[in-house]
């Protein structure tokens, strides 16, 4: 197969011109030249946090509805899926692994646990029921389908689980934490280069305890960030565009099961929620994760920084995929031929995985 | 007078080694050479904020104090002196101007005028009984002594005082505000670009409302500094100095008058103050301004920031009077002979005003 006159957006080389010949499912060609480009080609997304997609809910899916699931983010560009879940018991988590074990898709990357060895006093919409300190035993069995698990750094025996997950070759990502800027620090110098949803559910700024935010100024965090413009203010994703570039942002949906579906009441783990106007909350109004679609967070972080495309397909995939260490995230030969086909208004006009 | 093979630091040409000729007040020639150097030369502090010293509290000081205080101030390397007022009744303020004018000093420049234009929810340790939206006829006739007057973008009638500012050629410091990022924006874009004692008295950062600390990572204001690790921990003037670099920020001592004396129970304005270890709080415990000296504010930034002496001499000297329009805080030729001789150590060798 041949893409051809499409304008080529690499996270390295940049923004050119030219035809692409896929072979075999990966990147074989790419004949630069000079043409007026019909589409845009990006990388495929990477979502590495989203806890569920049009009525289906992580810790609840069957493996075909995991299947389901990666694709209909297809349709939004989704190429790397990663399935996040919230705290929840031992048994509920394994059948999670389980299940997720026995799905096919070549999306289907890995599984994001979010908690539960996070702290309750930042438990945003996590059951405080299942948070606890960690040990191993309180694991399920991996089974290798784990790439990353978002942990407090203050809470008990967090070096011991720093440490289990680097010999399973698991990224931890700070969050959910009280934590100040020390815990913050000891983590990154333990080799802990990830935060989770920033800064929500984090410790917030002081200029006598400057916290996780001043930690992500003073030190090379990535951090993943929810830009639907409910999470986090305009103003505060232009801030962090301009203070640390594109080099270290990570677009993530966060959403939930009633995302694509309408208003209503619906289920986050086992909390009762409410979507209004595609806003989730629970009883308590607190915010429960988004009914972003990824290719919205795209688009909203596009138009609040007037990034180039270049910037574009590094926070919506390349920075994830380096971030965990997996090839991926460029248009270039040799390369995987994971990708997204865009109209010049950012419409997904087709995905390849 | 030629001061002989010094180090000799500029904000703008770096640092070199060698030669300085002093005529009739000003650098006539500068003989660069190599040589081991035996002292440091960098131009004269600037203290743009600070209340009083040994005693002297400036809304009551006469003007022989002021003559005092400037030259207190002189052998930790000041020579251009600021003095500042609290909030106060027009008659104190009037008289505070009156005395200021008979003054006679070269380091004594304009008075600051902090507040009574100010947030009442931030009055920090200003008198609330002062504290007041501007109109034109609360003010006193400041007969061209005020250089920078403190005050919140949010007040009632802020615009008028800009107005009336501009056409002064006073520069309006924002501060004691509750004012978000609007109010901050909005002003910048009015032309105003200077924060005082940044962060402190100001409202928080928050993800979904930015506030002044978002405007700062977002707009080119100046920024005034306490760095006397009390108002500010070393982590945030550490990532002040990561972030912005040091082309905006500017030290300042907001000293009241016990400094240089004893621990005690004092007077700030006509607030009660206790100063313990050296720390002057309200008796509401507030921070009180503080009892720093400018050349430990200087020593405190090298230490914590790491920074080259170039990097220094735009903290303590040059940025404070660009922001101002002041041409000074240079060591070049035909600039005004306004510098400090300091040893290796940052110890005043020698002042000169």
Redesign the interface.
């Known amino acids: 197969m041949v893409l051809e006159k499409v304008l080529i957006v690499d996270p390295i080389d940049g923004e050119y011109t030219g035809d692409v010949e896929i072979k075999e499912g990966n990147i074989a060609k790419i004949k630069k030249k000079h043409c007026v480009p019909k589409s845009v080609l990006m990388p495929g997304f990477v979502d590495t946090h989203t806890h569920g997609y049009m009525g289906i809910d992580c810790l609840k899916a069957t493996s075909s509805e995991f299947e389901n699931w990666a694709e209909y983010v297809k349709k939004e560009g989704v190429t790397y899926l990663f399935p996040t879940t919230v705290s929840s018991s031992k048994i509920i988590l394994q059948n999670v692994i389980e299940n997720f074990l026995k799905a096919n898709h070549p999306s289907l990357m890995q599984l994001h646990l979010e908690g539960p060895f996070i702290n309750n006093e930042k438990a945003g919409a996590q059951n405080k029921e299942y948070i606890t300190s960690f040990s191993l035993e309180k694991l399920p069995n991996l089974k290798g389908k784990v790439k990353i698990i978002t942990a407090a750094p203050e809470i008990y025996n967090f070096e011991e689980l720093a440490t289990f997950a680097k010999a399973e070759n698991i990224k931890i990502s700070l969050g959910h934490s009280n934590g100040t800027?020390e815990h913050f620090r000891k983590a990154y110098e333990m080799g802990i280069d990830r935060i989770t949803h920033f800064?929500?559910a984090l410790r917030?700024?002081?200029?006598?305890?400057?916290g996780p935010?001043?930690a992500v100024?003073?030190h090379n965090f990535y951090v993943e960030l929810i830009v639907d413009n409910v999470?986090?203010?305009t103003?505060?994703v232009?801030?962090m565009y301009?203070?640390l570039g594109p080099e270290r942002l990570i677009l993530v949906t966060d959403s939930i099961s009633p995302t694509g579906l309408k208003d209503g009441r619906y289920e986050l783990g086992d909390l009762e929620i409410t979507v209004r106007d595609g806003i989730a909350k629970t009883n308590e109004g607190v915010l429960a994760g988004s009914t972003l679609r990824f290719i919205d967070a795209v688009k909203n972080f596009k138009k609040i920084t007037n990034c180039s495309l270049k910037e574009l397909s590094m926070v919506s995939s390349y920075n994830a995929l380096k971030n965990l260490g997996i090839k991926g995230g460029r248009i270039k030969e040799g390369f995987p031929a994971k990708f997204v086909l865009l109209d010049k208004d950012l419409n997904v006009i087709k995905t390849m995985v």
Chains 1, 2 share one sequence.
Do not use: A
Request: charged share 15%; aromatic share 18%.
């Open positions: 800027y800064p929500n917030n700024f002081h200029h006598r305890e400057i935010i001043g100024f003073l999470h986090l203010s103003n505060f232009k801030m301009r203070v």
